[in-house]
């Protein structure tokens, strides 16, 4: 055993890395839930945006460009699944499952040919004088500026939900969509524009992976992390707050468990290698002992006729 | 994918339909753990379909399909294989053995063929290479090229062939290099880019400058060539596009002659239950090029080990060698028996940490 050989600054530096993807994921996930719409498809964009961000950034030598191309990739392939479930009416679970699998085996066809070919490198964000900081600066300011976006944007929808106008009209579709039509919103409109940013946020996830996490496009790349986001908003209660402290607790884990193991720490490997999914989710239930619930109108479909 | 897969199944039989009966093509299957794209594993076991499709044109069909998981949908893949009238089947991974002895009861006149298994039928044959030839040789570069004495090594799951080839690569880099350690972490996954690129950066930021890796994407040596001055092996396939550095050799699987046999086998009707066992000498096993990052002369000696134990004189597990705890296992100059090989569950001596049970 050898506690020595761990950095606590490249790992909580790399803690943060690790959970920015399931982060983005789960924050859009997290909208188009408060909506009311259960969307299955998460693997699926994460995946699109993956290959359209690769794909793009490859093309233009522009990472910048390469992350909007998979926000936009993500949020296109959505709209299928909005276009299902809202005009047609189709099974939300369904249309969601199918979803992963189509974004699964589009993004196999559209990757054709980007094997092996190492995408431009991130522009590193070099912050004056907070990233000169001892520790501080080696852990929280030395990042990508997709990490801090992926904070911002988690930053925004708590303070959207909470104080804005916005926020109530989502909430108000997503626990009863009756009421809210009876007021005279567009509820059709409001949850096809969360959809979209779910699969916009899916898209930037997935392309924080194969452009700057692993960085390389291979087929089936996001191996099952927006399954986890799925499961990380139940568990946080749909609260953006416990998605955050949810994404970087199970970020956390996973990067510990490898150091341990590196290590050479003398605990059972199967127990570390499932640590982050049990500890993350048993915080989070513990947190949601009280009483929060669901979105009242999840999962439901909405015709304005009914 | 798969459903590109299914259309081009559902495209052939109609098409097999309306061409005439006289001559029913041999129908041969194939069912992948990953992508066709990994860039590893299963890449080469594609190639080798291909080649088996080149060789023998009209005469044979064959289907696919990747990503499936060890479990009982391997066992719906294989089922559904057979009753569309698959002739051959390849189960190309350790977790598909079960599912491939359970489908071969129910189906007696389907040929079966399991990749780096134990479990053999009638109908059942089982089929590996000798990895760990490879890694004997991958192990002396290791052992030669490491600054830090560090070697990292990522692990899929803790079984028999995994292990087998940890020790293969620790042997024979600390024949060269007595101060060599080996940082092993397990990944619990064959195929998983995010979580192997995760492993490869913990075992470099703990000191690590060489990863050896048992899973099958590119991830790890994206990481090296991130992190810089740290060397990487191709694994299963030679993942070339790392070369020449931080990829400075690798082993390739080479399936193809040994998929165009045994199909032949089943056209002619001489098919029986065999297991294949080749490595460097017969051809299965290859060693990708060895880069200019490597000194002449260690690249000398790895080619001169791999020439040696490709001829059969000499043998990666010679004695003396103990195990972890340090009882004898191999006494001066006693091979390692194919038996013990295969069921390996343990560790050779100087290496730390336990086997996950």
Known sequence: ?306 | MQLKTILTTAAMALGLATTAMAQDPTKVGFVYVGPVGDGGWTYEHNQARLAVEEEFGDKVETVFVESVPEGPDAERVMTQMALDGADLIFTTSFGYMDPTINVAKKFPDVKFEHATGYKRADNVSTYGARFYEGRAVQGHIAGSMTESNTVGYIGSYPIPEVIRGINSAFIHARKVNPDVEFKIVWAYTWFDPAKEADAAKVLIEQGADVILQHTDSTAPHAAAQNAGGVITFGQASDMAEYKPKPRVSSIIDNWAPYYIERTRAVMEGTWESTDTWDGIGAGMVEIGEITDAVPEDVKAEALALKDRIGSGEYHPFTGPINKQDGSEWLAEGETAEDGTLLGMDFYVEGITGKIPQ
């Open chain 1, 1 to 306: 055993m050898d506690f020595g050989s761990i950095s606590p600054v490249l790992l909580l530096a790399s803690l943060m890395v690790a959970a920015t993807p399931l982060l983005l994921a789960a924050t859009g996930e997290l909208v188009v839930e408060r909506s009311g719409v259960l969307n299955l498809g998460v693997e699926g964009m994460m995946i699109t945006g993956a290959i359209c961000g690769f794909a793009t950034a490859v093309n233009t030598g522009s990472p910048l460009l390469g992350m909007a191309a998979a926000a936009g990739g993500g949020a296109a392939l959505s709209l299928l699944f909005a276009l299902l479930t809202q005009f047609a009416l189709a099974n939300q679970v369904a249309s969601g499952l199918s979803l992963t699998l189509f974004g699964l085996g589009l993004s196999a066809l559209m990757g054709q040919g980007y094997q092996g070919i190492k995408p431009p490198p991130f522009p590193e964000l070099h912050i004056p004088i907070l990233s000169d900081l001892p520790f501080v600066g080696g852990v929280l300011f030395s990042h990508d500026p997709m990490v801090y976006l992926g904070l911002l944007i988690c930053a925004a929808i708590w303070a959207m939900l909470k104080y804005s106008r916005a926020g109530l009209i989502l909430r108000a579709v997503g626990e009863n969509h009756d009421a809210a039509h009876a007021l005279g919103y567009n509820v059709v409109l409001i949850r096809i524009c969360a959809i979209m940013f779910g699969g916009a946020c899916a898209g930037l996830g997935g392309a924080y992976i194969s452009l700057i996490r692993v960085p390389q496009w291979t087929e089936g790349m996001t191996a099952g992390i927006g399954w986890i986001a799925l499961a990380l908003v139940v568990f946080a209660s749909w609260k953006p707050e416990r998605v955050l402290l949810g994404a970087y607790l199970f970020g956390g884990v996973t990067v510990i468990q490898l150091n341990l193991q590196a290590a050479g720490v003398a605990i059972p490997v199967e127990y570390l290698a499932m640590s982050p999914y049990l500890i993350t989710i048993l915080v989070l239930v513990i947190m949601s002992a009280d009483r929060s619930r669901a979105p009242g109108s999840l999962g439901r479909p909405f015709h304005a006729s009914s």
